[in-house]
């Protein structure tokens, strides 16, 4: 077991390398604070570097993301952790300790991602980066602009011994097969729980379908169907034969709002469904979309979005929840049933493909840290030394998580300095 110095107490450790963490990092180290940012994945960048765009700006994240890498290498204040979990948290403000597990990516700092070693790799596995559409090799890089800009090893889907494979194809003396899972504790004043968010699994849906008929997916995976880093290099198609989307339904509320699933709405399903209705009509000016809601929620200036989107003749929409999902008999279609609340008529939809406006539920829900609080859903609960942020603490958008990872920020400055 390593550890780190104990020398200042105001030192801040942000648990998430996501847009919430890496504000909340990047603006605390730039007023002058130490910073440690632990993530478990192997990358920084969180659920937005899966974005196809994202409000308000309708740009791609990567943009704003190199900024915030750039900021972050040029930072003396700020170190980070990729592979990292925190275990277990204790002490009190101004004198926290912290266990974090280090998961070994068999690459080293040697690294300069010429991909030998994943062309000599002889395993595949599922690229959970796509959500399962598209494949990796075991040695992958995971996306084409991930920071750190280092390969991974994931030896759970290497077959005997083809780490060997890779090893032999580094020229330089970047791979290590010996490198073993190790415990550090960091010493630190506050803390930042910016763990994000992980969408509600469809597959709990019984009516509508995930998993059971062809080409129903979910929003996150209609996020990578339609960038260009994606698995079909940008190209809205649908899964089960690469037949060009001409007509999609989104089905709103997918498992929020239900006290058998999600009982809270989750702030931005309605805006990614109207988003991605923009994707599907500029990519094809033929094609048609069809919304099935409870309710349309845009806050705010998202409003005259919502007004746009809705003005476009080939969308429309129905206020009605969806009640079945099903294949359409000797096609790769699928037809939806739902009743259309404003005028009690069933309502019977056919469409090459569906989406489904899934919730944001909070990382919490599937693994709480010992040593912070939680809310019954999983949200993380602020206290006098540990500050939750973004979608963490609640569900919201990009900007809304900035404005809340820099508040965080300046809360626990504060009290690593005692104030």
């Not at 180290?29 to 940012?37: K, Q």
């Not at 406006?357 to 912070?372: C, D, F, R």
Request: proline content about 5%.
């Amino acid at each position: 077991m390593s550890e780190q110095s104990d020398k200042q107490s105001s030192r801040i450790l942000v648990i998430g390398g996501g847009f919430s963490g890496l504000t909340t990092a990047i603006d605390a180290a730039e007023t002058g604070a130490e910073v440690v940012i632990i993530e478990k994945n192997p990358y920084l960048g969180g659920r937005v570097a899966q974005l196809n765009k994202y409000f308000p700006k309708l740009c791609p994240p990567i943009c704003g993301l190199e900024l915030n890498f750039k900021r972050l290498k040029t930072n003396p204040l700020i170190s980070f952790y990729t592979m990292a979990e925190v275990e277990n948290i204790s002490g009190v403000p101004g004198d926290y300790t912290v266990t974090v597990k280090m998961t070994p990516r068999y690459v080293n700092d040697n690294c300069v991602a010429c991909n030998a070693c994943s062309e000599a790799c002889p395993s595949e596995r599922p690229d959970e980066y796509n959500f399962g559409m598209s494949t990796t090799k075991a040695a992958y890089f995971p996306f084409n602009q991930a920071f750190p800009q280092k390969y991974v090893i994931d030896s759970s889907n290497c077959k005997g011994d083809c780490g060997k494979a890779c090893l032999d194809a580094c020229k330089y003396n970047a791979i290590d097969l010996n490198m073993k899972q190790e415990t550090m504790t960091i010493k630190t004043g506050s803390i930042v729980v910016a763990t994000g968010w992980n969408p509600y699994g469809a597959d709990k849906i019984d009516t509508l379908s995930f998993g059971k008929v062809k080409n129903v997916i979910t929003n996150m995976m209609m996020e990578r169907l339609a960038s260009p880093t994606g698995p079909t290099g940008g190209k809205i198609v649908r899964p089960s034969d690469g037949k060009p989307v001409e007509n999609v339904v989104f089905v709103q509320c997918a498992g929020s709002r239900d006290e058998s699933h999600l009982p809270y709405c989750s702030y931005i399903c309605c805006l990614a469904s109207l988003k991605q209705t923009t994707y599907v009509r500029e990519q094809n000016p033929e094609s048609k979309a069809h919304i099935f809601y409870i309710d349309i929620r845009t806050p705010g200036k998202y409003e005259k979005f919502y007004l746009k989107v809705k003005e476009d003749p080939n969308v429309s929409f129905t206020k009605g929840k969806v009640a079945k999902i099903v294949q359409a008999e000797g096609s790769d279609d699928v037809i939806i049933e739902a009743e259309d609340m404003q005028t009690g008529n069933k309502v019977k939809v056919r469409a090459d493909m569906v989406v489904l406006a899934t919730g944001m539920q909070p990382a919490g829900a599937a693994g709480k840290i010992a040593g912070i609080n939680y809310t019954e859903d999983g949200f993380a609960l602020s206290n006098q030394g540990v500050f939750a942020a973004g979608c963490a603490k609640n569900p919201m958008d990009v900007a809304r998580s900035g404005q809340d990872a820099t508040s965080a920020a300046l809360k626990a400055m504060n009290t690593g300095q005692g104030r």
